[in-house]
């Protein structure tokens, strides 16, 4: 416990104002010195709060949670983009005609052909089973006799051309 006779002498903390990186500042400041005085039982929450204060800061300042290595705005490549929308790829899989909201017009059926029409069978197969089947990378490997990273890199592949058809293909925009 902090002594008595310092209790004139502290400051004590009643509003920290709006929540700006100079009130965490100050606050830190204020638990700091704090910090020095109290004895070990209080040092440890005070260190808590210490490192609160820090890393609300951090967050403030930089606009993004401390210790993430990306914020929002340089997201990985899988997580940004879509190549082909998972429902209709099914629909395509399926080629049903009931009256399901997710079967394809003529049209789309064709853009889906035109953009897997660059890919070799491997990788087509690979594609259909991981996109329109929503079958995992194990049991691909298994049913074609590939390794996973074989699976993993005909997939990868077949991505990049179709994402390269999309942007060069006229009728797939």
């Known amino acids: 416990m902090i002594p008595d006779e310092d209790a004139e002498q502290t400051p004590v903390v009643t509003d ?9 500042r100050k606050a ?28 609300a800061e951090e967050w403030l300042v930089t606009g993004r949670r401390p210790g993430n290595k990306r914020g929002v ?24 005609k009931a009256g399901s909201s997710s079967n394809l017009s003529d049209g789309e ?9 660059v890919l070799t069978d491997l990788e087509r197969e690979c594609f259909l089973l991981s996109y329109g089947h929503c079958m995992p990378h194990s049991y691909i490997s298994d ?19 179709i994402k390269e058809n999309r942007n ?5 925009t």
């Open 28 to 55: 830190r400041n204020i638990a700091a010195r704090l910090y020095k005085k109290a004895d070990a039982d209080d040092k440890k929450v005070i260190s808590g709060m210490i490192s609160d204060c820090e890393f």
């Open 109 to 117: 059926h064709f853009q889906i052909e035109e953009a897997l029409r």
């Open 143 to 161: 049913v074609m006799g590939l390794s996973r990273g074989n699976v993993s890199t005909l997939l990868q592949r077949a991505k990049e051309k």
């Open 73 to 96: 705005e340089r997201l990985a490549a899988y997580q940004r983009e879509k190549l082909v929308d998972p429902l209709r790829m099914q629909a395509y899989v399926s080629n049903s």
């Open 16 to 24: 920290l104002g709006g929540a700006t990186a100079l009130s965490y």
């Open 168 to 172: 060069n293909n006229l009728f797939l």
